[in-house]
């Protein structure tokens, strides 16, 4: 398997714009999740999702934020308007049984830079 | 409340030198896991080991050993012997075993310098 992939892996845009990243978790994973990296404040957790289903997102910010996974293969997260304050790593993971219970692996994240 | 601190913000050593990273955890489930991720200069982030709340043996794997002591709600890493490939930020986390969140430190970045 390929891993996590997550993409675009860098996105500049100006303030006011809508960006979507897009991620991919590894086949068969049944749990996703959407964790943000910045200087400030370390990793945070934004939201994960459970056989596709939502089932935690008090992390995402504001509802500037969302999250969608409208299969197993494929989920986004959507900041429309951006704000420089977004500015940030975001990781995708993903986690199964193949993995192990509990082990969360990463996608190589999508540096995000709002102007 | 889960909480996972990692006092260490940096550390700097010097090649072949051993070198210890320090996490505690807070945690009121009596049945948990814990980690540690690598996340070299290039960003991503590495899974290196896995220990649930029952397991408190310590483990060695070639340089990396991890000793885990419920008693004082630790989980240090040792790195034998570093080198240069071991710079990188390190993190230490907690999961519930219910599978519901991951609760990460702060990280400690290493500098091995040669």
């Known amino acids: 398997d390929a891993g996590v992939i997550q993409s675009p892996r860098h996105e500049v845009t100006e303030m006011g714009q809508e960006v979507t990243l897009r991620c991919k978790p590894i086949s068969g994973h049944d749990y996703l999740f959407w964790y943000r990296q910045t200087m400030m404040r370390g990793l945070e957790l934004l939201i994960y999702f459970n056989n596709n289903v939502p089932i935690d997102d008090s992390g995402m910010p504001e509802d500037r934020f969302s999250a969608k996974m409208p299969n197993a293969s494929f989920s986004t997260l959507k900041i429309q308007p951006s704000e420089p304050r977004d500015s940030a790593v975001y990781f995708c993971?993903?986690?199964?049984?193949?993995?192990?219970?509990?082990?969360?692996?990463f996608g190589a994240g999508s540096r995000l830079t709002v102007l | 409340a889960q909480k996972v601190t990692q006092a260490q913000t940096e550390i700097s050593v010097v090649e072949k030198e051993d070198v210890t990273l320090d996490c505690v955890y807070e945690t009121r489930d009596t049945t948990y896991y814990l980690f540690w991720y690598k996340q070299p200069p290039s960003g991503e982030l590495v899974f290196l080991i896995r220990?649930?709340?029952?397991?408190?043996q310590n483990e060695i794997s070639g340089r990396y050993s991890w000793n885990f002591q419920k008693s004082t709600s630790s989980f240090n890493f040792t790195i034998t012997a570093s080198q240069v490939v071991d710079s990188a930020v390190y993190f230490c986390?907690?999961?519930?075993?219910?599978?519901?969140?991951?609760?990460f430190g702060s990280g400690t970045k290493l500098n091995v310098k040669p």
């Open positions: 986390a907690l999961s519930e075993y219910n599978f519901n969140k991951f609760y």
């Open positions: 993971a993903s986690s199964g049984q193949d993995s192990g219970a509990n082990v969360l692996t």
């Open positions: 220990r649930n709340s029952f397991d408190e």
